[in-house]
C-alpha cells in the first residue's frame, strides 16, 4: 500500500535535496518519487546524498508540470511553510494529513507536494492540490530543509500506515537481545543469592535486601547475552571467596 504514497518535488533546486529525499523515503518505506523540472537530474551529488537508496532515484519519474505529476492521485497535500489564501482544507498536524493519506491509499494514489527550496509552491501549484499540511515549528525560526520536511512527513505517514492491522509491521529484535527463559533467570537469581551469603554481604537477614536486588535485575530485563556476562562475573568473584 505504501506504494500508492507519491512523493513529488517541484523545481528542485539542489540536486543534493533530490538525494537526501530519496534516502528519507527510504527509511520510512516510501520509494515512489516524481520530479517535476528538477534543475539537474541525474547527477552525482544526488546519488552520493542518497546513501545506499540509489534505488529510489533510479526509478524516479521526472515530468514537465506539477499537472502531469498528480492527474491520477485522488488526494494530493501540498506542503506549505505558511497558510495561504485558499480556500484548501488544511491538516495544522501531519499525523492528522497522514491518517488520511493512508485511508486514501488503499484505495488509489495519492501524492505529497514540495516545492523550491526558496519560495515553495506558488498559488497556481497549490490549486493542482487537494489539501494543505504544515510542519509546526518554532516561530522563530520555522525554516526546515527540503529533505528535513519530507522526512518528518514520511515518518508520520509511515506510522499511520504501522498502526494498521494489516501492515503487519514488526519490530526486528536483534539476535543478541533475545529474553531468557524463566529457567536460566531463576540460576542466575539462585547464583546472585548464593554469592551474596557467601561472602558476607548479607549481614542483616531482614533487610529485605536480596529480594531488592533481585527486583533490580527483573526490572532491568536482561537479555540471554547480558545474563550470561552476570553469570560470568559472578563466579570470577566466587572464585576468589575464600573456601569454608
Not at 513529488?8 to 520509494?31: D, E, S
Not at 505558511?82 to 482544507?89: A, D, E, I, T, V
Request: with cysteine; proline share 6%; net charge negative.
Amino acid at each position: 500500500m505504501l506504494s500508492t504514497i507519491r512523493i513529488v518535488l517541484v523545481q528542485t533546486f539542489h540536486p543534493g535535496n533530490i538525494g537526501a529525499t530519496a534516502r528519507a523515503m527510504k527509511t520510512m518505506g516510501l520509494t515512489n518519487l516524481v520530479l517535476v523540472n528538477p534543475r539537474c537530474f541525474p547527477d552525482e551529488e544526488a546519488t552520493r546524498l542518497a546513501a545506499g537508496a540509489t534505488d529510489v532515484l533510479e526509478s524516479a519519474q521526472v515530468v514537465a508540470s506539477l499537472e502531469e505529476a498528480v492527474s491520477d492521485c485522488v488526494q494530493v497535500v501540498g506542503a506549505s511553510a505558511r497558510l495561504r489564501s485558499l480556500p484548501l482544507p488544511h491538516f495544522d498536524e501531519p499525523d492528522e494529513m497522514a491518517q488520511s493519506v493512508i485511508q486514501n491509499a488503499h484505495q488509489a494514489p495519492v501524492a505529497l507536494v514540495f516545492g523550491r527550496e526558496r519560495s515553495g509552491l506558488t498559488n497556481d501549484e497549490i490549486r493542482c492540490c487537494t489539501h494543505q499540511v504544515s510542519i509546526p515549528a518554532n516561530p522563530d525560526y520555522g525554516i526546515l530543509n527540503l529533505s528535513q520536511a519530507v522526512q518528518i512527513l514520511a515518518y508520520e505517514v509511515h506510522r499511520a500506515w504501522r498502526k494498521q492491522a494489516e501492515s503487519g509491521f514488526t519490530y526486528q529484535r536483534p539476535l543478541d537481545a533475545t529474553p531468557p527463559s524463566r529457567e536460566q533467570f531463576g540460576h542466575f537469581q539462585a547464583h546472585l543469592g548464593r554469592l551474596m551469603q557467601q561472602s558476607g554481604f548479607l549481614t542483616q537477614p531482614h533487610a529485605r535486601t536480596e529480594e531488592q536486588l533481585q527486583a533490580l535485575f527483573s526490572r532491568a530485563q536482561p537479555s540471554r547475552k547480558e545474563l550470561s556476562l552476570l553469570r560470568g562475573l559472578l563466579s570470577a568473584f566466587e572464585a576468589h571467596l575464600p573456601d569454608k
